[in-house]
């Protein structure tokens, strides 16, 4: 069983910086993605950015609407993945949820975390 806990989340005004992080827990693989999802009121939840490590490198994708303004990163000895999210929009408020991809030859199957609050003011 995988569990995430996120964190670090909170109210910031339109430019200013916020880094979300999550500590995962149970049986991690760093070849599966984790990922940054985020849903707002009234809308779907959408993807902001995942990771996979590789051998010797880490491979990030983003949605548009963050491209040049998040950054994804991973610590697999810590098993936590973090989103630095820079010259933040009103736009940008949503929940903010964690994601874990497990893959297998047969199944796959994603773990969520609780979500964390980001609130941004214009």
């Known amino acids: 069983q995988v569990q995430l806990v996120e964190s670090g989340g909170g109210l910031v005004q339109a430019g200013e910086s916020l880094r979300l992080s999550c500590a995962a827990s149970?049986?991690?693989?760093?070849?599966?993605?984790m990922g940054w999802y985020r849903q707002a009121p009234g809308r779907q939840r959408e993807l902001v950015a995942t990771?996979?490590?590789?051998?010797?490198?880490?491979?990030?994708n983003y949605a548009d609407s963050v491209k040049g303004r998040f950054t994804i990163s991973r610590d697999n000895a810590k098993n936590t993945v973090y989103l630095q999210m820079n010259s933040l929009k009103p736009e940008d408020t949503a929940v903010y949820y964690c994601?874990?991809?497990?893959?297998?030859?047969?199944?796959?199957?994603?773990?969520w975390g609780q979500g964390t609050q980001v609130t941004v003011s214009s």
């Open positions: 149970g049986k991690i693989f760093s070849v599966n993605p």
């Open positions: 990771i996979t490590s590789g051998i010797g490198a880490n491979f990030a």
């Open positions: 994601n874990y991809k497990e893959v297998t030859s047969a199944t796959r199957y994603d773990y």
